[in-house]
Protein backbone atom coordinates (compact mmCIF):
# COMPACT_ATOMS: atom_id res chain seq x y z
CA UNK A 1 0.00 0.00 0.00
CA UNK A 2 1.15 3.64 -0.51
CA UNK A 3 2.90 4.83 2.71
CA UNK A 4 1.79 7.76 4.12
CA UNK A 5 4.64 10.52 3.17
CA UNK A 6 6.91 8.69 1.14
CA UNK A 7 7.70 8.67 -2.80
CA UNK A 8 6.74 5.66 -4.89
CA UNK A 9 8.49 3.27 -6.52
CA UNK A 10 5.93 2.08 -8.99
CA UNK A 11 7.28 -1.85 -10.44
CA UNK A 12 8.07 -2.04 -14.29
CA UNK A 13 5.21 -1.14 -16.45
CA UNK A 14 4.02 -4.00 -18.57
CA UNK A 15 5.61 -3.57 -21.97
CA UNK A 16 3.46 -5.21 -23.59
CA UNK A 17 0.40 -3.29 -23.20
CA UNK A 18 -2.52 -5.99 -21.79
CA UNK A 19 -5.10 -4.34 -23.06
CA UNK A 20 -7.72 -5.86 -20.97
CA UNK A 21 -11.24 -6.47 -22.57
CA UNK A 22 -13.51 -3.90 -23.82
CA UNK A 23 -14.54 -2.76 -20.86
CA UNK A 24 -10.66 -1.58 -20.31
CA UNK A 25 -9.69 1.22 -17.87
CA UNK A 26 -11.20 5.03 -17.39
CA UNK A 27 -11.12 8.63 -16.16
CA UNK A 28 -9.36 8.26 -12.84
CA UNK A 29 -10.49 10.55 -10.20
CA UNK A 30 -14.00 9.88 -11.84
CA UNK A 31 -13.27 6.03 -11.20
CA UNK A 32 -13.23 6.58 -7.37
CA UNK A 33 -16.13 8.35 -7.49
CA UNK A 34 -17.84 5.67 -9.36
CA UNK A 35 -17.51 3.74 -5.91
CA UNK A 36 -20.03 6.25 -4.64
CA UNK A 37 -22.67 4.95 -6.67
CA UNK A 38 -22.40 1.39 -5.65
CA UNK A 39 -24.00 2.67 -2.45
CA UNK A 40 -26.53 4.39 -3.75
CA UNK A 41 -30.27 2.27 -4.52
CA UNK A 42 -31.54 4.78 -7.13
CA UNK A 43 -35.37 4.71 -8.14
CA UNK A 44 -36.09 5.05 -11.45
CA UNK A 45 -39.82 6.40 -10.50
CA UNK A 46 -37.83 9.19 -7.79
CA UNK A 47 -35.40 10.32 -10.04
CA UNK A 48 -38.05 11.25 -12.99
CA UNK A 49 -39.94 12.78 -10.40
CA UNK A 50 -37.43 14.85 -9.07
CA UNK A 51 -36.04 15.66 -12.36
CA UNK A 52 -39.49 17.14 -13.64
CA UNK A 53 -39.54 19.16 -10.79
CA UNK A 54 -36.15 20.65 -11.14
CA UNK A 55 -36.87 21.45 -15.05
CA UNK A 56 -40.24 23.10 -14.04
CA UNK A 57 -38.16 25.45 -11.76
CA UNK A 58 -34.73 25.97 -13.54
CA UNK A 59 -36.68 26.73 -17.15
CA UNK A 60 -34.77 30.06 -17.33
CA UNK A 61 -31.37 27.88 -16.64
CA UNK A 62 -30.08 30.88 -14.36
CA UNK A 63 -28.79 30.50 -10.71
CA UNK A 64 -31.18 31.56 -8.63
CA UNK A 65 -31.83 35.20 -6.97
CA UNK A 66 -29.70 35.91 -3.81
CA UNK A 67 -32.10 35.85 -1.53
CA UNK A 68 -33.16 31.88 -2.22
CA UNK A 69 -28.85 30.81 -2.92
CA UNK A 70 -29.26 29.43 0.48
CA UNK A 71 -25.79 28.95 2.66
CA UNK A 72 -23.34 29.36 0.17
CA UNK A 73 -22.92 33.15 0.50
CA UNK A 74 -19.89 36.14 0.86
CA UNK A 75 -16.19 35.26 0.75
CA UNK A 76 -15.05 31.50 -0.17
CA UNK A 77 -12.57 30.42 2.58
CA UNK A 78 -9.05 30.61 1.99
CA UNK A 79 -10.01 32.45 -1.33
CA UNK A 80 -9.82 36.24 -2.68
CA UNK A 81 -13.49 36.29 -4.37
CA UNK A 82 -17.44 35.27 -2.77
CA UNK A 83 -19.55 33.08 -4.45
CA UNK A 84 -22.08 35.74 -5.91
CA UNK A 85 -19.45 36.86 -8.07
CA UNK A 86 -18.06 33.41 -9.04
CA UNK A 87 -21.24 32.17 -10.19
CA UNK A 88 -22.43 35.16 -11.92
CA UNK A 89 -18.69 35.66 -13.74
CA UNK A 90 -18.92 31.81 -14.37
CA UNK A 91 -22.48 31.51 -15.72
CA UNK A 92 -21.98 34.60 -18.01
CA UNK A 93 -18.55 34.42 -19.10
CA UNK A 94 -16.40 31.44 -18.20
CA UNK A 95 -18.66 28.25 -18.70
CA UNK A 96 -19.91 29.91 -22.40
CA UNK A 97 -15.71 30.23 -23.46
CA UNK A 98 -14.83 26.89 -22.20
CA UNK A 99 -17.38 25.05 -23.58
CA UNK A 100 -16.27 26.51 -26.77
CA UNK A 101 -12.14 26.28 -26.55
CA UNK A 102 -12.34 22.40 -25.31
CA UNK A 103 -13.87 21.74 -28.48
CA UNK A 104 -11.31 23.04 -30.73
CA UNK A 105 -9.13 20.82 -32.33
CA UNK A 106 -6.08 22.08 -29.94
CA UNK A 107 -8.17 20.89 -26.64
CA UNK A 108 -9.76 18.20 -27.77
CA UNK A 109 -7.13 15.69 -28.19
CA UNK A 110 -5.42 14.00 -25.32
CA UNK A 111 -2.79 11.90 -25.00
CA UNK A 112 -2.29 9.79 -22.33
CA UNK A 113 -1.01 6.20 -21.42
CA UNK A 114 -3.88 3.80 -20.72
CA UNK A 115 -2.00 0.11 -20.65
CA UNK A 116 -0.13 1.00 -17.01
CA UNK A 117 0.12 -1.81 -14.57
CA UNK A 118 -1.02 -0.71 -10.47
CA UNK A 119 2.43 0.10 -8.96
CA UNK A 120 0.31 -0.59 -5.70
CA UNK A 121 -1.83 -3.58 -5.80
CA UNK A 122 -3.37 -6.43 -8.55
CA UNK A 123 -5.73 -4.58 -11.38
CA UNK A 124 -8.58 -6.61 -9.99
CA UNK A 125 -11.34 -3.79 -10.81
CA UNK A 126 -14.41 -4.24 -13.17
CA UNK A 127 -16.49 -2.27 -15.08
CA UNK A 128 -19.69 -3.49 -16.66
CA UNK A 129 -20.83 -1.06 -19.27
CA UNK A 130 -19.68 -0.75 -22.97
CA UNK A 131 -19.33 2.67 -22.16
CA UNK A 132 -16.24 2.07 -19.98
CA UNK A 133 -13.73 1.74 -23.21
CA UNK A 134 -12.45 4.71 -24.72
CA UNK A 135 -12.51 4.88 -28.46
CA UNK A 136 -8.39 5.58 -29.47
CA UNK A 137 -7.69 7.88 -32.42
CA UNK A 138 -6.44 6.29 -35.29
CA UNK A 139 -3.10 8.06 -36.03
CA UNK A 140 -4.30 9.92 -39.30
CA UNK A 141 -7.22 11.57 -37.08
CA UNK A 142 -5.28 13.83 -34.28
CA UNK A 143 -3.66 16.98 -35.68
CA UNK A 144 0.05 16.68 -37.79
CA UNK A 145 1.30 19.13 -35.55
CA UNK A 146 1.09 17.11 -32.52
CA UNK A 147 3.53 14.02 -33.90
CA UNK A 148 6.54 16.81 -34.47
CA UNK A 149 9.36 16.43 -32.26
CA UNK A 150 9.58 18.29 -29.00
CA UNK A 151 11.97 20.78 -27.57
CA UNK A 152 14.45 18.95 -25.33
CA UNK A 153 13.94 19.66 -21.65
CA UNK A 154 17.62 21.14 -21.19
CA UNK A 155 16.55 23.87 -23.42
CA UNK A 156 14.97 25.59 -20.58
CA UNK A 157 16.21 29.14 -19.32
CA UNK A 158 16.13 29.45 -15.40
CA UNK A 159 15.74 32.67 -13.99
CA UNK A 160 17.99 32.75 -11.13
CA UNK A 161 18.34 35.39 -7.67
CA UNK A 162 15.31 34.26 -6.22
CA UNK A 163 14.74 32.66 -2.82
CA UNK A 164 12.23 29.65 -3.14
CA UNK A 165 10.21 30.72 0.07
CA UNK A 166 9.29 33.77 -2.02
CA UNK A 167 6.36 33.33 -4.47
CA UNK A 168 6.90 35.18 -7.68
CA UNK A 169 3.46 36.37 -8.74
CA UNK A 170 4.23 37.61 -12.24
CA UNK A 171 5.96 35.21 -15.27
CA UNK A 172 8.09 36.43 -18.11
CA UNK A 173 6.47 38.39 -20.46
CA UNK A 174 8.26 36.72 -23.25
CA UNK A 175 7.63 33.02 -22.03
CA UNK A 176 6.93 30.85 -24.56
CA UNK A 177 9.81 29.05 -26.13
CA UNK A 178 7.96 26.42 -27.98
CA UNK A 179 6.24 23.20 -26.87
CA UNK A 180 8.51 20.84 -24.25
CA UNK A 181 8.77 17.18 -22.99
CA UNK A 182 9.50 17.25 -19.61
CA UNK A 183 8.53 15.64 -17.05
CA UNK A 184 6.39 17.25 -14.41
CA UNK A 185 7.52 17.33 -10.83
CA UNK A 186 4.25 16.92 -9.19
CA UNK A 187 2.97 14.27 -11.10
CA UNK A 188 3.44 10.37 -12.09
CA UNK A 189 3.50 9.37 -15.41
CA UNK A 190 6.62 9.61 -17.54
CA UNK A 191 5.82 12.46 -20.45
CA UNK A 192 9.05 11.26 -22.73
CA UNK A 193 7.81 7.89 -23.24
CA UNK A 194 5.76 8.82 -26.32
CA UNK A 195 6.07 4.67 -27.48
CA UNK A 196 3.28 4.31 -24.61
CA UNK A 197 1.46 7.19 -25.33
CA UNK A 198 -1.86 7.25 -27.67
CA UNK A 199 -4.04 10.15 -28.53
CA UNK A 200 -7.50 10.50 -27.64
CA UNK A 201 -10.57 12.77 -28.48
CA UNK A 202 -12.01 13.87 -25.38
CA UNK A 203 -15.52 14.61 -27.55
CA UNK A 204 -15.96 10.81 -28.29
CA UNK A 205 -15.19 9.75 -24.77
CA UNK A 206 -17.32 12.23 -22.21
CA UNK A 207 -16.79 11.74 -18.26
CA UNK A 208 -20.28 10.10 -16.96
CA UNK A 209 -21.01 6.76 -15.11
CA UNK A 210 -20.12 3.30 -16.42
CA UNK A 211 -20.77 1.45 -13.90
CA UNK A 212 -17.17 0.89 -12.00
CA UNK A 213 -17.88 -0.40 -8.69
CA UNK A 214 -16.63 -2.46 -6.04
CA UNK A 215 -13.69 -3.10 -3.78
CA UNK A 216 -11.51 -2.19 -6.60
CA UNK A 217 -12.95 1.78 -7.04
CA UNK A 218 -13.55 1.81 -2.88
CA UNK A 219 -10.08 0.88 -2.72
CA UNK A 220 -8.53 4.05 -4.74
CA UNK A 221 -10.16 6.57 -3.06
CA UNK A 222 -9.17 5.50 0.25
CA UNK A 223 -5.52 5.30 -1.07
CA UNK A 224 -6.21 8.96 -2.10
CA UNK A 225 -7.88 10.53 1.84
CA UNK A 226 -6.22 7.88 4.06
CA UNK A 227 -2.69 7.68 2.91
CA UNK A 228 -1.76 10.90 1.04
CA UNK A 229 -4.80 13.26 2.14
CA UNK A 230 -6.16 12.72 5.12
CA UNK A 231 -8.53 15.37 6.59
CA UNK A 232 -7.04 16.01 10.49
CA UNK A 233 -9.06 17.26 13.03
CA UNK A 234 -9.72 20.95 13.38
CA UNK A 235 -6.75 22.84 14.47
CA UNK A 236 -4.59 20.11 13.30
CA UNK A 237 -3.53 21.11 10.05
CA UNK A 238 -1.28 23.10 8.31
CA UNK A 239 -2.30 25.35 5.44
CA UNK A 240 -0.76 23.93 2.97
CA UNK A 241 -1.84 20.17 3.96
CA UNK A 242 -5.40 21.98 4.39
CA UNK A 243 -5.05 22.92 0.04
CA UNK A 244 -4.13 19.74 -0.74
CA UNK A 245 -7.27 18.03 1.01
CA UNK A 246 -9.34 20.77 -0.22
CA UNK A 247 -8.41 20.17 -4.07
CA UNK A 248 -8.90 16.35 -3.79
CA UNK A 249 -12.24 16.92 -2.36
CA UNK A 250 -12.80 19.79 -4.68
CA UNK A 251 -11.88 17.66 -7.36
CA UNK A 252 -13.96 14.28 -6.43
CA UNK A 253 -16.93 16.80 -5.67
CA UNK A 254 -16.65 17.84 -9.47
CA UNK A 255 -16.36 13.89 -10.55
CA UNK A 256 -19.44 12.96 -8.77
CA UNK A 257 -21.64 15.64 -10.13
CA UNK A 258 -20.77 14.65 -13.46
CA UNK A 259 -21.21 11.06 -12.92
CA UNK A 260 -24.78 12.47 -11.62
CA UNK A 261 -25.76 14.58 -14.43
CA UNK A 262 -25.00 11.95 -17.25
CA UNK A 263 -26.54 9.15 -15.49
CA UNK A 264 -27.74 5.72 -17.09
CA UNK A 265 -31.28 5.63 -15.50
CA UNK A 266 -32.31 2.27 -17.56
CA UNK A 267 -30.01 0.06 -18.86
CA UNK A 268 -32.63 -2.04 -20.71
CA UNK A 269 -33.75 1.05 -22.84
CA UNK A 270 -30.20 2.79 -22.86
CA UNK A 271 -32.02 5.83 -21.24
CA UNK A 272 -29.23 8.43 -19.65
CA UNK A 273 -30.21 11.53 -18.25
CA UNK A 274 -29.38 13.37 -14.35
CA UNK A 275 -29.53 11.44 -11.50
CA UNK A 276 -30.78 14.26 -8.65
CA UNK A 277 -30.49 12.02 -5.86
CA UNK A 278 -27.38 10.93 -6.50
CA UNK A 279 -26.50 14.45 -6.66
CA UNK A 280 -27.79 15.09 -3.06
CA UNK A 281 -26.48 11.77 -1.38
CA UNK A 282 -22.78 12.45 -2.69
CA UNK A 283 -22.37 16.54 -2.64
CA UNK A 284 -24.89 18.79 -2.12
CA UNK A 285 -26.29 17.58 1.60
CA UNK A 286 -22.62 17.89 2.77
CA UNK A 287 -21.84 21.90 2.43
CA UNK A 288 -17.89 21.76 2.99
CA UNK A 289 -17.65 19.32 -0.25
CA UNK A 290 -19.40 21.81 -2.53
CA UNK A 291 -16.91 24.77 -0.63
CA UNK A 292 -14.58 22.51 -1.65
CA UNK A 293 -15.40 22.53 -5.01
CA UNK A 294 -15.61 26.15 -5.32
CA UNK A 295 -12.40 26.19 -3.76
CA UNK A 296 -10.84 23.90 -6.19
CA UNK A 297 -12.26 26.32 -9.28
CA UNK A 298 -10.88 29.38 -7.83
CA UNK A 299 -6.96 27.69 -7.68
CA UNK A 300 -7.05 26.41 -10.91
CA UNK A 301 -8.35 29.45 -12.36
CA UNK A 302 -5.44 31.87 -10.30
CA UNK A 303 -3.19 29.32 -12.30
CA UNK A 304 -4.40 30.08 -15.42
CA UNK A 305 -4.74 33.84 -14.89
CA UNK A 306 -1.28 33.89 -13.64
CA UNK A 307 0.05 31.83 -16.54
CA UNK A 308 -1.38 34.28 -18.88
CA UNK A 309 1.47 35.50 -20.84
CA UNK A 310 2.62 32.12 -21.72
CA UNK A 311 -0.67 31.03 -22.18
CA UNK A 312 -1.31 34.08 -24.60
CA UNK A 313 2.07 33.50 -26.61
CA UNK A 314 1.73 29.87 -27.15
CA UNK A 315 1.46 28.11 -30.70
CA UNK A 316 -1.99 26.44 -30.89
CA UNK A 317 -1.26 24.80 -34.00
CA UNK A 318 -3.06 21.99 -35.32
CA UNK A 319 -2.91 22.31 -39.15
CA UNK A 320 -6.26 24.19 -39.71
CA UNK A 321 -5.77 27.39 -39.80
CA UNK A 322 -9.26 28.84 -39.34
CA UNK A 323 -9.76 26.45 -36.20
CA UNK A 324 -6.22 27.85 -34.66
CA UNK A 325 -7.04 31.43 -34.73
CA UNK A 326 -10.74 30.84 -33.52
CA UNK A 327 -8.43 29.03 -30.45
CA UNK A 328 -6.07 31.86 -29.99
CA UNK A 329 -9.27 34.00 -29.89
CA UNK A 330 -10.97 32.18 -27.50
CA UNK A 331 -7.81 31.73 -25.38
CA UNK A 332 -7.07 35.97 -25.16
CA UNK A 333 -11.01 36.10 -24.30
CA UNK A 334 -10.40 33.87 -21.28
CA UNK A 335 -7.47 35.29 -20.19
CA UNK A 336 -7.75 39.00 -20.46
CA UNK A 337 -11.69 39.57 -19.79
CA UNK A 338 -12.46 42.63 -17.87
CA UNK A 339 -15.35 41.42 -16.46
CA UNK A 340 -13.81 38.59 -14.90
CA UNK A 341 -10.45 40.82 -14.14
CA UNK A 342 -13.34 43.07 -11.95
CA UNK A 343 -15.24 40.56 -10.84
CA UNK A 344 -12.19 38.26 -9.41
CA UNK A 345 -8.97 39.95 -9.57
CA UNK A 346 -7.02 37.47 -7.40
CA UNK A 347 -8.76 34.40 -7.22
CA UNK A 348 -6.77 32.46 -4.97
CA UNK A 349 -3.05 34.01 -3.33
CA UNK A 350 -0.31 31.79 -3.33
CA UNK A 351 2.13 34.15 -1.78
CA UNK A 352 0.63 32.80 1.90
CA UNK A 353 2.15 29.59 1.47
CA UNK A 354 5.66 27.48 2.19
CA UNK A 355 6.57 30.31 3.99
CA UNK A 356 9.43 29.83 7.32
CA UNK A 357 12.07 27.72 7.43
CA UNK A 358 9.74 24.63 7.04
CA UNK A 359 8.74 25.40 3.62
CA UNK A 360 11.04 24.22 0.96
CA UNK A 361 10.30 20.20 3.30
CA UNK A 362 6.68 20.89 3.87
CA UNK A 363 6.26 21.62 0.20
CA UNK A 364 8.45 18.23 -1.33
CA UNK A 365 6.55 16.34 1.54
CA UNK A 366 3.28 17.81 -0.47
CA UNK A 367 4.79 17.06 -3.77
CA UNK A 368 5.26 13.40 -3.47
CA UNK A 369 1.46 13.21 -1.80
CA UNK A 370 0.39 14.54 -5.09
CA UNK A 371 2.84 11.62 -7.16
CA UNK A 372 1.06 9.10 -4.95
CA UNK A 373 -2.14 10.39 -6.22
CA UNK A 374 -1.23 10.68 -9.15
CA UNK A 375 0.36 6.84 -9.75
CA UNK A 376 -3.06 5.73 -7.93
CA UNK A 377 -4.65 6.67 -11.07
CA UNK A 378 -3.10 3.77 -12.60
CA UNK A 379 -4.78 1.19 -10.58
CA UNK A 380 -8.13 1.99 -11.95
CA UNK A 381 -9.94 -0.81 -13.63
CA UNK A 382 -11.68 1.31 -16.15
CA UNK A 383 -10.61 2.69 -19.18
CA UNK A 384 -12.56 5.72 -19.24
CA UNK A 385 -12.68 6.64 -15.79
CA UNK A 386 -8.50 5.99 -15.98
CA UNK A 387 -8.26 8.41 -19.03
CA UNK A 388 -10.38 11.27 -16.77
CA UNK A 389 -8.95 11.24 -13.95
CA UNK A 390 -5.15 10.91 -15.31
CA UNK A 391 -6.43 14.10 -17.59
CA UNK A 392 -7.84 16.14 -14.33
CA UNK A 393 -4.89 15.16 -11.90
CA UNK A 394 -2.40 16.19 -14.60
CA UNK A 395 -4.33 19.65 -14.88
CA UNK A 396 -4.32 19.28 -11.34
CA UNK A 397 -1.02 18.82 -10.66
CA UNK A 398 -0.29 21.93 -13.75
CA UNK A 399 -1.88 24.36 -11.38
CA UNK A 400 0.34 23.64 -8.49
CA UNK A 401 3.46 23.54 -10.93
CA UNK A 402 2.17 27.10 -12.40
CA UNK A 403 1.78 28.36 -8.52
CA UNK A 404 4.86 26.39 -7.01
CA UNK A 405 7.48 26.18 -9.61
CA UNK A 406 10.84 25.35 -8.19
CA UNK A 407 13.42 23.14 -9.47
CA UNK A 408 14.04 19.85 -7.50
CA UNK A 409 16.41 21.23 -5.06
CA UNK A 410 13.71 24.05 -4.03
CA UNK A 411 15.89 26.45 -4.41
CA UNK A 412 15.90 28.36 -7.69
CA UNK A 413 12.45 29.52 -9.02
CA UNK A 414 12.71 28.40 -12.59
CA UNK A 415 10.70 30.48 -15.78
CA UNK A 416 7.58 28.97 -16.87
CA UNK A 417 7.98 25.62 -19.31
CA UNK A 418 4.68 24.17 -19.99
CA UNK A 419 3.83 20.80 -22.06
CA UNK A 420 1.31 20.78 -24.87
CA UNK A 421 -0.17 17.82 -23.11
CA UNK A 422 -0.06 19.89 -19.58
CA UNK A 423 -2.31 22.99 -21.14
CA UNK A 424 -4.58 20.57 -22.74
CA UNK A 425 -5.39 18.66 -19.31
CA UNK A 426 -5.17 22.38 -17.21
CA UNK A 427 -8.02 23.81 -19.49
CA UNK A 428 -10.08 20.79 -19.46
CA UNK A 429 -10.29 20.73 -16.32
CA UNK A 430 -11.02 24.31 -15.53
CA UNK A 431 -14.34 23.26 -17.79
CA UNK A 432 -14.87 20.26 -15.81
CA UNK A 433 -14.91 22.34 -12.81
CA UNK A 434 -16.56 25.12 -14.07
CA UNK A 435 -19.67 22.47 -15.54
CA UNK A 436 -19.55 21.29 -12.22
CA UNK A 437 -19.86 25.20 -10.27
CA UNK A 438 -23.13 26.11 -12.72
CA UNK A 439 -24.63 22.63 -11.99
CA UNK A 440 -24.79 23.67 -8.68
CA UNK A 441 -25.97 27.10 -8.71
CA UNK A 442 -29.15 26.44 -11.20
CA UNK A 443 -30.15 23.32 -9.69
CA UNK A 444 -28.42 22.62 -6.27
CA UNK A 445 -31.05 25.07 -4.63
CA UNK A 446 -34.65 23.04 -6.17
CA UNK A 447 -32.40 19.84 -5.08
CA UNK A 448 -31.82 20.32 -2.05
CA UNK A 449 -35.05 21.55 -1.40
CA UNK A 450 -36.85 19.08 -3.14
CA UNK A 451 -34.86 15.97 -0.98
CA UNK A 452 -35.50 17.88 1.72
CA UNK A 453 -39.04 17.62 1.65
CA UNK A 454 -38.72 13.80 0.83
CA UNK A 455 -36.73 13.05 3.52
CA UNK A 456 -39.04 14.85 6.05
CA UNK A 457 -42.29 12.69 4.61
CA UNK A 458 -42.44 9.11 5.41
CA UNK A 459 -44.45 8.55 2.56
CA UNK A 460 -41.84 9.03 0.00
CA UNK A 461 -39.65 6.06 -0.63
CA UNK A 462 -35.56 6.45 -2.19
Not at 2 to 19: C, I, Y
Not at 153 to 160: I, K, N, S, Y
Not at 218 to 237: F, H, L, M, Q, T
Not at 322 to 329: H, I, P, R, V, W
Request: a negative charge; proline letters at 6%; glycine letters at 6%.
Amino acid sequence: MVKKNESFKPKQENKERKRGSSWGLIGALVAVAMAVVVAVTVSPMTVSKIGSLINSNNKSCQCPSPQDSGKYKGVIEDCCCDYESVNSVNGELLHPLLQKLVTTPFFRYFKVKLWCDCPFWPDDGMCRLRDCSVCECPENEFPEPFKKPFLPADDLVCQEGKPDNAVDRTLDSRAFKGWIETDNPWTNDDETDNGEMTYVNLLLNPERYTGYVGPSARRIWDAVYSENCPKYPSGEICQEKKVLYKLISGLHSSISIHIAADYLLDESTNKWGQNPELMYDRVLRYPDRVRNLYFTFLFVLRAVTKAADYLEQAEYDTGNHTEDLKTQSLVRQLLHNPKLQAACPLPFDEAKLWQGQSGPELKLQIQRQFRNISALMDCVGCEKCRLWGKLQVLGLGTALKILFSVDGQNQLSESLQLQRNEVIALVNLLNRLSESIKYVCEQGPSIERIMGRQISDPSETR
